[in-house]
Structures are given as structure tokens and as C-alpha cells.
């Protein structure tokens, strides 16, 4: 079997860096690196990209060592049906390691057709870092190392407006674009940097807070005799990934003349606000987690495939989502629809096996950000409680008592939050257990037996529980809250 390179596969052209990436993992080489791809297929966007290893031990070599190539297998449902596609991704000019060539890093700045700053490094890449200075080769943060960047650039063309950049932080933290300007020029007030620079920096240099939304299981070692099969060159760098695909970047017009994706197939959103996007994914899909994990592993399954498809439970999570979650959002009912409707095809994905014990880790906090507020707006916009909502969260309440029916449960979360359950659950009255979760305003940032029916609702919940199992006590508990 071949070795993968430019010269055993004939691709001579060479694109000129458009873009600087920092971080070489899946999750950027199955999405952005993918992006931009389909810009260069579809509408010759001719835009080269420059890999930057934002920590010392990363993919630099592996990736180099391949010319920058590796395949992307895209595997999945989507609109009903089971796909499997592969592309070769071809985009990467080089990858750049700062920790051994400071230089090389440094050099990019000067790269003349250079539009472009992409990021994942992960959410607590996007920090600050009192320990940098601007003559560390390189700095240990990713801010710092962008700072050193941006400001040779500045220097390089005498701070000329045309050579400022689009910045676009992937990191999955809210406002991480905001986040990262404001860390930016933090470095620059403590390096004493140029007041030239700081303008130049605001003025000519754009950033663009987004949402990333693909899940990307990465290296498929346990079935990589499979994949291999289906080539004909040696890759180690294979990366898998479902094929749904969302990008929302805020920006205006000129962004969306930048980055052209309604020239392509690609689902990229270019909006004024993206919070609406974000409220969606955190409510449906992550809501859709959360609410079924305790439930699902209390009735018996494993895995988030095993929920969907289980008559019972997959019709439970799905009136939880259509009926409950979708009525407390503000977008367009049909938007929010098809946008569920594809959360249940990648649930059911054949090709991810998502272990519900995997996704249970915090799930208190989790909870309270994800689905206590459509808990909550229902309640307020229909005058009664959400009949799937509050039946999963008592199932949480019983989850975190730590056993059921003689086994060991998966809860995974901070040792406080594990003691205050095994206190409340000293009670064996379930009106006492609920108050106590309930009032405990560290876990909700509120005393939720305060709203009205809900501790009420959540008793009897917990109480059919304890008596006649997850199944038959959800059908007596509808039939007094339906």
C-alpha cells in the first residue's frame, strides 16, 4: 500500500494560506478543514490553510509527514437514511509546531493573502495567562500566542487596514470570540504594546463569536481494518464524523462576501445574533441528553441509540422535545421541527455508540442549564406543569440516590452535590426528598418549591417510581397530570 503524500497521488497544485488554524485535532479536520474544502470544490475559493499546534505534544509531525492529507469518513442518517461517504481533504499546506520553530510561526504573519484565524483549543484554551510575556518563544497560551502573531503582522505592514484579519474562535464557550478580543488586549496593555497596535487591532481586525455543531467520534481504531480497506494509500490521520453539520458565525455582510457558504451545500449560518441557535442546541439537543439520561438508565438502556429506538422511552424523549422543549423557543415552529428531527437521526446513528453513563457526568448542573428553563417557561406560558420534563426530573431525583433495584448507578458529579443527595435521601417520604432537592438553591440558583404544582407534581412522580417501576409509573402519573 502506497504512502500518502502530494507526489504518490498527483496533486501538484499548491494553494496559497488563507487561513491560520490554531489546533490539528478531529473536531477542526472534520469540520472547518472540511468547510473550506467545499469552498475550494464548489466555487474555487483557492484558500490554502496553515495548521498551528496550539500545545507542545500534538499531530504536527504526523500531519506533515502525510503532506498535510488525511481522509474524512462521513458516516450517519440523515433525513431517514444511512449514509457512508469518504473525501480526501487536501486544503492543509502545512502544519506549523511554534514550540520547535518559533520562527515558522512568526513567519505567517507575513503572509500576504492571510484573511483568516480559525481555533479549537478546546474551552480552556480561550484563557489568560499572567505567566506570558510577549519574548517567550512561544507563549503558553493560545491568546498570547495570537497576540505575538497579530502584532507581527501589524508591524510587518506598517499597520495597513487591508491586512487586518477575520477571527474566528470555534471553542465551544458562549461569546468566544468576545472573550478571546478581550484577552487579546489584555496581553497588549501588559506587554505595553503600542498604542497603534490596539488601534488597528479594534478597527481593522474583525471577531466573530459562532456555535460548532458536528459530532465527530475521531480515529476509529476498533474497526480500522475496515477503513483501511477502502483505500488504496496507508492513512494515519483517518478522522470519522456524522454527517450533520452546522456552523453559525455572527457577522454582517461583508462577512458573508468573505466566506461565501450560500455558494455551497454547507448548512453555515451568518446572523446578527447567534443566541437564538445556541438556545435551540442547548435546549433540543443537549436538553434532549440530559432530560433522558437518569430516565433511560433507570428503565434499562445503555445507550443513546437504545433510548431513541425503545417504543417507550424514544416516544417519552420525543413528546419531551415536539410537546414540551420546542413550545418554550422563539424561533419558527417549523425551523425548530426539522432541527429535532435531525437530533433524532443522529441519535439513532448505527455508527456512534454514545453510552448514556458517558454523558451523565454533572448532570445537576447540566440539568439546570440545559432543561430546568424550558421546565420553567412552560410552566409559565401554560399554567401547568410539563408532564415529560418533570417526570425526567424526579427520575433525576431518584438517580442520584446512588442504587436502583440492587445496582450501582453511574452518577458522576462533585462531592458536594453527591453528599447533600445522600442526606436528603436519609428521608424515606418523597414529599421530603422533593422539598429538599428542590429548595437547594446551590443546585438551581433558585428555591424551586416555589413554583407552583411543581413540588406537588414531582412527589407523586417520585413516589410511582419507588412503587411500580419507571414504565408503569409515568402511565399512572400522566393519568393524574395529562
Known amino acids: 500500500m502506497k504512502k500518502l503524500n502530494r507526489k504518490n497521488l498527483q496533486l501538484n497544485t499548491k494553494l496559497p494560506i488563507k487561513v491560520v488554524q490554531f489546533g490539528e485535532g478531529n473536531f477542526l479536520r472534520a469540520f472547518v478543514d472540511f468547510a473550506f ?52 481533504i487536501t486544503n492543509i499546506v502545512k502544519g506549523i509546531d511554534p514550540y520547535s520553530n518559533f520562527k515558522e510561526y512568526l513567519q505567517l504573519a507575513k503572509e500576504e ?122 492513512d494515519n490521520l483517518i478522522v470519522t464524523a456524522e454527517p450533520f453539520f452546522l456552523w453559525v458565525i455572527e457577522g454582517n455582510s461583508t462577512l458573508k462576501e468573505k466566506l461565501p457558504f450560500d455558494k ?33 438508565i433507570l428503565f ?41 428531527e435531525e437530533v433524532f437521526d443522529r441519535f439513532r446513528n448505527p455508527f456512534v455508540e454514545h453510552q448514556l453513563s458517558s454523558i451523565a457526568l454533572n448532570t445537576v448542573a447540566k440539568f439546570k442549564v440545559r432543561v430546568l428553563p424550558s421546565l420553567l417557561k412552560y410552566i409559565e406560558l401554560n399554567n401547568k406543569i410539563p408532564v415529560h420534563l418533570t417526570y425526567s426530573f424526579a427520575c433525576l431525583v431518584q438517580f442520584y440516590k446512588g442504587n436502583w433495584q440492587g445496582n450501582k448507578l453511574p452518577v458522576q458529579d462533585s462531592n458536594e452535590i453527591i453528599d447533600a443527595f445522600s442526606q436528603i435521601w436519609t428521608s424515606k417520604d418523597p414529599s421530603k426528598i422533593v422539598k429538599g432537592v428542590l429548595e437547594n438553591q446551590s443546585f438551581w440558583g433558585q428555591d424551586l418549591n416555589l413554583i407552583e404544582g411543581l413540588h406537588q407534581a414531582m412527589s407523586l412522580a417520585l413516589e410511582e417510581i419507588g412503587k411500580n417501576g419507571i414504565e408503569q409509573g409515568f402511565i399512572n402519573f400522566k393519568k393524574k397530570y395529562k
Open 113 to 234: 493573502d492571510l484573511e483568516f484565524i480559525i481555533s479549537n483549543t478546546t474551552e480552556a484554551g480561550i484563557s489568560f495567562d499572567p505567566k506570558d510575556t510577549p519574548n517567550m518563544q512561544p507563549p503558553n497560551s493560545f491568546p498570547a500566542k495570537l497576540t505575538l502573531l497579530l502584532y507581527e503582522r501589524f508591524k510587518c505592514f506598517n499597520g495597513n487596514p487591508d491586512k487586518g484579519l477575520t477571527i474566528i474562535p470555534c471553542e465551544l464557550i458562549n461569546y468566544n470570540a468576545d472573550n478571546l478580543k478581550e484577552i487579546i488586549l489584555k496581553y497588549s496593555e501588559k506587554w505595553s504594546l503600542e498604542t497603534d497596535f490596539k488601534t488597528w487591532l479594534l478597527n481593522h481586525n474583525t471577531f466573530h463569536n459562532t456555535l460548532v455543531d458536528r459530532i465527530v467520534p475521531g480515529y476509529p481504531k476498533d474497526q480500522i481494518e475496515n477503513y483501511n480497506a477502502q483505500l488504496d494509500y496507508k
Open 264 to 296: 455551497t451545500g454547507l448548512n453555515v449560518q451568518i446572523v446578527d445574533n447567534m443566541q437564538a441557535f445556541r438556545t435551540r442546541k442547548v435546549r433540543i439537543l443537549n436538553g434532549a441528553h440530559t432530560a433522558m439520561v437518569p430516565f433511560s
Open 300 to 340: 434499562g438502556n445503555s445507550t443513546v441509540k437504545e433510548t431513541v429506538e425503545n417504543e417507550f422511552t424514544g416516544e417519552f424523549i420525543k413528546k419531551a422535545v415536539f410537546d414540551e422543549i420546542i413550545e418554550t423557543l422563539d424561533l419558527e415552529k417549523e425551523e425548530l421541527n426539522n432541527f429535532a
Open 37 to 88: 474544502q467545499q469552498l475550494n470544490n464548489e466555487i474555487n475559493f483557492n484558500a490554502g490553510i496553515a495548521v498551528v499546534q496550539p500545545i507542545e505534544k500534538g499531530l504536527i509531525n504526523m500531519l506533515n509527514n502525510q503532506d498535510g492529507l488525511y481522509t474524512l469518513f462521513l458516516n450517519g442518517i440523515k433525513n431517514g437514511k444511512e449514509i457512508q461517504t469518504k473525501e480526501l
